[in-house]
């Protein structure tokens, strides 16, 4: 799907976005489901193999992301409790 004109950069130069992807995330809760709309901008030459959630959805929600060997995030205070965020690279 075509982005609108929008100008994204990196520390490299100006990046061209060739498209974008509309994706649900939901991450379980005791207290119900989180469901979040993203939209993913891909961009022509960006190699990234994660997605940044803000810090206002983080506090919001009481969200840790733990970006260790194996990315997982824990929500509220049970530090058991803990969700794998492994997302599958994806080429084109």
């Known amino acids: ?3 609108k004109a929008k100008n994204f950069k990196s520390a490299s130069g100006k990046m061209h976005s060739i ?3 509309i994706k ?3 991450i379980p809760h005791r207290k119900g489901n989180i469901r979040l709309n993203l939209e993913f901008v891909v961009l022509d030459d960006a190699h990234i193999q994660a997605f940044l959630l803000g810090t ?3 506090r919001m929600y009481g969200i840790e992301i733990y970006n260790s060997k194996n990315r997982h995030i824990i929500i509220g ?3 058991e409790n803990k969700f794998s965020l492994d997302i599958p690279q994806v080429s084109a």
């Open 1 to 3: 799907m075509p982005t």
């Open 24 to 26: 649900e995330i939901i």
């Open 19 to 21: 498209g974008k992807i």
């Open 56 to 58: 206002d959805y983080q």
């Open 77 to 79: 205070t049970n530090k």
